[in-house]
């Protein structure tokens, strides 16, 4: 936790000159709110249907250097150019950046805290999207356009990594020019047995690491792999491109993040978007 802290705070300092610098805008998104912070439902779930990923083009991968983290060399291949480099801005005037990714043809998925300043409670008037982003001139696709959102959670008592996954749905078909990733329901021992991509953007280059993960409970995993701030809301895929969960945050000095499951799948349903 403390180093969860002195890590924000550090953001906070770095990205103050941004801050000082932003210009007054109209609220662009309309954000749902959770129903409730503890409706966790018990006992084994049925396992809904997978849904298929969407491959725009050739599916290629380019990659440069020989970090463990690699940078992605042409992010406007898919599956990379279905994650989202997210820009937003807050009621509270934080201006954070994270990561997020396509799950339908008009729905990205990103953690809750990528939604909600967690430091203030305060919702993100202004976002960003930018997909196969190069710089602020050059990207593949970007959207600006208004949303709405849904939060797994509004942090009532300070941040958990319980419940931090939360959805955006855009008003036109963003993936019909990015692709998106499938989804998976991996039960504890599959999931433990695969190994996995985490790509997430920092700083606005795109980087990946491979990986395995380890079940925490049933909602979270903790992710063996390099993961850095920024890369929050970025999605935990397999080689066949379905994603699996998404990277929340570090806690007990490791990363962790959000399982996709039946949860997040019925919920999706429910509001039409699956
Ligand atoms: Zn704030």
């Not at 969860?4 to 954000?31: F, H, P, Y």
């Not at 993100?124 to 190069?134: E, V």
């Not at 931090?164 to 039960?187: A, I, L």
Request: glycine share 8%.
């Amino acid at each position: 936790m403390k180093r969860m802290i002195a890590m924000l705070l550090a953001m906070l300092l770095a990205m103050s000159c941004w801050a000082l610098a932003e210009e007054k805008e109209t609220d662009r998104g309309v954000i749902i709110f959770p129903e409730s912070e503890s409706d966790d439902s018990n006992g084994p779930q049925k396992l809904p249907p997978e849904s298929k990923p969407f491959v725009p083009g050739d599916v290629q991968r380019t990659i440069l250097g020989s970090d463990d983290r690699v940078r992605v060399g042409d992010t406007w291949q898919y599956p990379f150019c279905s994650i989202a480099y997210i820009v937003g801005k807050y009621e509270c005037g934080c201006r954070w950046y994270s990561s997020g990714f396509m799950v339908t043809r008009d729905t990205l998925m990103t953690a809750a805290h990528c939604l909600v300043c967690q430091e203030h409670n305060k919702w993100a008037t202004n976002m960003t999207f930018y997909f196969g982003y190069i710089s602020d001139q050059s990207y593949l696709y970007r959207y600006n356009s208004e949303w709405t959102a849904y939060v797994g959670t509004l942090f009532p008592d300070g941040y958990t990594s319980v419940n931090d996954w939360g959805y955006v749905h855009f008003n036109t078909n963003v993936g019909d020019t990015t692709g998106w990733f499938g989804m998976r329901y991996p039960n504890d021992d599959d999931l433990e047995a695969g190994i996995y991509y985490i790509a997430g953007y920092r700083d606005g280059q795109l980087k990946y690491d491979i990986g395995t993960v380890r079940v925490l409970d049933s909602d979270r995993m903790w992710i063996d792999a390099d993961i850095l701030p920024g890369n929050s809301g970025c999605p935990v895929f397999d080689a066949n491109n379905y994603a699996v969960g998404l990277f929340t945050t570090y806690y007990d000095n490791a990363n962790s993040g959000f399982r996709l499951s039946s949860k997040t799948h019925n919920k999706l349903v429910a509001d039409g978007l699956l």
